[in-house]
Structure formats: C-alpha cells, structure tokens
C-alpha cells in the first residue's frame, strides 16, 4: 500500500499531466484522473489518437511543469461560480450537477491550471521527483464506465518516492510483460479465440488440453481420495430452475437471453448449484448420509462486456471445479476444514503461496442474524484452530453467504482471485433442502459451496504467467524432446522415444534437417523440460545425453536411468 505522501504525489502528477494534454491539445475535454496502486491515470475527450510520440512529448511538458516549482492552491467556490468556470468542459460539468447541493466544490490550481477535484495534493511540485516517474500507455475507456457513454482516452502512468522504485517496478513491468498468457499462449500453441467463433470463448489447441486434461486429472484423483461424488449436470435448463434458486431475481444481467424449446424459455447454465440441489434432492436424505460432497468440472455461461473480456483471464464460457457439500450443522466445521486442507494441498502443488481473508455480512443481506452468526463463527473457528494469519474483509461477503477468499500470490508476486468456500444461507431455504434427523423430524441442512480452483480458462491463463510458459514435467504438454545428431543416428533416436512413449511420457522426436544446436534451441523455445541428444556414442552405450530447458548439461546416461528420473519428476510434480 502506497504511503499517504506516495498517493498524493501520484494524485499531483494526474493534474500536471492533464495541464500538459491541455497544452498539446488546447480543445481537450477532461474526464477524472484519480491516482491509483501503482500510479495514476486521466481521461482525455481529444480531437484526435493519441500515438507513442504524443506520451512522450506530455512527459517532456509534464517535467517542464514540474521545474517551475508551482504551488497547489486549493478554494471553495459556489456551485454556479463552479459551473461558469468549466463551462466548455462538459465531463466536469456533469460531475458537478451530480453532487450534494450541500456539498462544498473544491479545486485545485497550479498555475493556471485549475482542476475540479477534492485533493489532497502536495503543497508544491518541487515535491515531487521528476526522475521518479513515467507515462506507460494508452488506452480506450468509456465515461464513468458505461459502454453506452463516449469512449475517452486513457494516459496511464506511474510514480515512486525516488528513481531507484521507479526503476524496479518498470523492470518488474517487463517481466510480467514477458509472461504475458496472450502471448505465450500463441508461442507455444496453448489456446486462441477465433472472432467467429465468438469473444471471450476459448479454444483449447492440443497443448492447452494436455496441461487441462493432467490438471483435472489429477483434480478427480485428489477428490475422490477425499470422499467427493463426481456428477455432471446440462449445459442448458428450465428458466424455472433460475427463478427457483434466485439467479433471475439476482442476477439476470449476467445471464444470457432465453431459448425457446418447446414454447418454454431456456437458459445458458451460468451456475452449477441449482443441479446439485436437485441430484441431492432426488433422495430422501437422513442424518446418517451426511455429509454428501458433490463435485463437477462443470461448464457455464456468464455475459461479459467486450471491453472487459481479457484472454483467458475473463472469459463468457468457462469450466468452474465446482463443489456442494450438504452436512448436518455439527458437520461444518469439519467440513470446511476439509475443503482448506485441500485447497492448500493444490496450491502448494503449483507453487503458489497465499494468503486466507474472512467475508463478513454485508449491508444487505438474506437469513437471520443468527444464521449469519452461526457460519461466519464456524468459518471463524476454523481459521484460528489452524493458526492461519487471515484478515477480516468487513462486509465482504456475498448477500446470501460469509466465506472464505484465499488470494494467491504468483512468481513475481501478483494476487490472484483464488480459492473461496461459501456457507449459502440462500438456496437451502429457496429450494428447502432438508435431511432427516435422528428425531424423525425434517431439518434444514447446510449447503457449503466450494471452488478450488476456480474456472480452469482462468487458472490455467494464470499458470501460463506464473511458469513463465515453462510449466513443470507433470504439465508440460510435451515432456521430452528427442534429437539425433544426425541423419544416422534417427532409427536408434526412434527406438528412445518409443520406448518413452510406452512409459507414458509425452515425447517428441525431432528429426527434421536442422542442426543439433538449432534442435537445442527450439526445444528452449517450446519449454520442453528434457532434450535428449542422440549420437554415435549413446547409440552405442544404450544412453541419452540429457540437457535441461535451462540450459544445465546433465551429461550422458543409460535410458533406463532417465526414464526413472523423468517418472519420478511427473510422481512428485516436480519442477525442471
């Protein structure tokens, strides 16, 4: 988190960037420029694209600006005294009519520049370093955020306390630009979305679904070891079954139009609860069958704005590793212990660490109090009998259940939206879901949802960057890379690679007319954890030269001795 100091100068440097646009660009409109985590932005209405030369030529004005050592004032004025003075800047104007009319209007001058703003700033620019920041990029964003309202362009920038911060965090930009999932999903042929076939919906290439198809593999083993039922449920249902759980009342806007199937409105599945509900509900349940943990890769549909939609990362179709477990309220707390102890297996199966926050009620809310209470304590008591460090997100929670949101923390230490566990206080009620007890009697049960690791278009796009592309033997989409120096050498480099094969490694002979260093080279380039180079020698002692993605010569060995390696890196989902 940025200091107070840190915000204000980024928030300053919002306004020194804005009178800089206005000199290049005299007729510019202006939107807001709020500062931000890493920096600050502003919205420009502008008479024309920006281009490259133009952010450099703002930068260049910005620290012309900043030489001259002007002060920020800040003044109280009337509402009509503030509608005259922005009277050609209609983005302003607006802002002004939609406050309080008892709220005061504050701006902020340097110079002649006078914004509409509430501050704070710093009291003079020779605050600021003029060596510690830089203007990053621009990009496309609709006033206040409404795609039916003109589209601004947005200058992003960046700020620090000193030019040593900036220089890191620029170095930590192009790092993560090296891991960029777009592109590396292109490099190494991993998925792509095709404009016929529809935005934000993913096609998985053979590579993509390799790295999926292990990743739910090994998902299904870890489930079943731990007492999940595996079900599927459609594509498609009754708009009733929506109306039944709330998600028409509650979330419509996310839902795709109805289909008509025989004269009765259908659905796009954007949630794999109400099936749950239902495969549970398809029995008569007693106190003796719980818990039942109901597990799915299940696919849904959810509508996101175009300007939204990112790769892999938010996506319109998606697979959730969704869960429902349906226990007794003296089975709870076991229960959610049970969904951490997974949820922390995987995680540090993939190398990430992690950080644990409790959502608490929000403003507005379904259930009781004493609902609410009772499984927010639940969640509570779990969280502190493991002695995890967890932060209270006051409010956080969803307004039919509090939970558990864990945030991961990747390579180059970015947080992710990761595992949750919800306790619903809705749908048991909506669908009256009920066991029997040991009294006879009918009781309501307690419904945990639960995902791991979230939708597997997401996850995996996260994995890309966290890997770098060079995901572990266990993952990688081809593990072993088989070449023969030369043309004689490619029957027995054939024998290799069959061999490989038949242990159950993904292998690749590479036998084309390039040169072994070439070979070497593309191989690094694929991410292939092992390169097998093949020659007279090895062709004689029955052994692989093994060198590694990273470069590392392991030296000659019998093929027997890799193969068990290699088995063994793939059993302990080690990484290369």
Request: contains cysteine.
């Amino acid at each position: 988190m940025a200091s107070d100091n840190l915000e204000r100068v980024r928030h300053s440097l919002g306004h020194v960037m804005a009178e800089a646009v206005l000199s290049l660009f005299p007729e510019a409109k202006f939107g807001i420029g709020p500062d931000i985590d890493t920096g600050f932005y502003y919205d420009f209405d502008l008479p024309r694209a920006l281009t490259p030369e133009d952010l450099a030529e703002v930068e260049k004005r910005m620290r012309a600006i900043l030489k001259e050592g002007r002060r920020f004032q800040r003044s109280e004025i009337p509402r009509d005294d503030a509608l005259r003075q922005f009277a050609d800047q209609p983005y302003k104007l607006e802002l002004i009519h939609d406050l309080p009319e008892d709220e005061a209007i504050s701006t902020y001058a340097q110079g002649r520049f006078v914004d509409l703003c509430r501050g704070p700033h710093v009291e003079s620019t020779k605050e600021i370093d003029a060596r510690a920041f830089k203007l990053l990029s621009i990009a496309g964003a609709y006033w206040r955020g409404d795609e039916k309202r003109p589209m601004l362009q947005r200058i992003y920038g960046t700020a620090w306390e000193t030019k040593d911060e900036l220089d890191a965090y620029l170095k930590r930009l192009e790092e993560i630009e090296r891991r960029d999932h777009r592109r590396l999903g292109r490099e190494l042929d991993i998925f792509s979305v095709d404009p016929d076939i529809g935005a934000g919906l993913i096609l998985w290439h053979p590579n993509g679904a390799t790295i999926r198809q292990e990743i739910e593999r090994f998902w299904v083993d870890e489930h079943r070891k731990r007492g999940y039922q595996l079900v599927y449920t459609p594509h498609i249902a009754s708009e009733r079954i929506y109306e039944i759980s709330g998600h028409l009342e509650t979330y419509a806007d996310g839902m795709y139009a109805p289909m008509d199937i025989d004269g009765q409105p259908y659905r796009a599945k954007p949630m794999n609860c109400p099936g749950h509900v239902r495969i549970f509900q398809s029995h008569t349940r007693s106190y003796r069958d719980l818990p039942i943990r109901l597990a799915e890769l299940g696919t849904v549909y959810r509508y996101e704005r175009s300007g939204t939609l990112h790769g892999m990362l938010r996506v319109r179709g998606f697979t959730q590793d969704d869960s429902h477990i349906f226990c007794r309220p003296d089975q709870l707390v076991a229960e959610v212990n049970g969904v951490l102890d997974l949820t922390f297996f995987m995680m540090d199966t993939f190398g990430y660490t992690y950080k644990a926050y409790l959502a608490t009620r929000p403003e507005k809310y379904i259930g009781t109090d004493e609902q609410w209470e009772f499984a927010t304590e639940a969640l509570r008591q779990v969280l502190e009998d493991r002695g995890m460090e967890y932060e209270v997100d006051e409010g956080g929670g969803v307004f039919y259940a509090p939970k558990i949101d864990i945030k991961l923390y990747d390579a180059v230490g970015r947080d992710w939206q990761g595992p949750t566990c919800q306790v619903d206080l809705n749908e048991p009620e909506r669908f009256d879901i009920t066991y029997a007890g040991d009294d006879g009697q009918e009781h309501r049960v307690i419904m945990v949802h639960r995902t791991v690791l979230g939708s597997m278009e997401r996850f995996i796009g996260g994995l890309i960057e966290h890997y770098a592309g060079a995901f572990p033997v266990w993952l990688a989409p081809t593990q072993v890379a088989v070449i023969p120096i030369a043309d004689r050498h490619v029957e027995y480099a054939k024998t290799v690679a069959d061999g490989l094969l038949q242990a159950s490694l993904r292998v690749r002979m590479d036998d084309s007319g390039d040169r072994m260093n070439a070979k070497i080279r593309k191989a690094q380039l694929e991410r292939i954890p092992y390169m097998l180079v093949v020659g007279d020698r090895e062709a004689e002692a029955g052994a692989v030269a093994v060198r590694l993605r990273s470069g590392e010569d392991l030296g000659a060995m019998p093929v027997a001795e890799f193969e068990e390696m290699a088995l063994k890196a793939v059993r302990e989902k080690a990484q290369v």
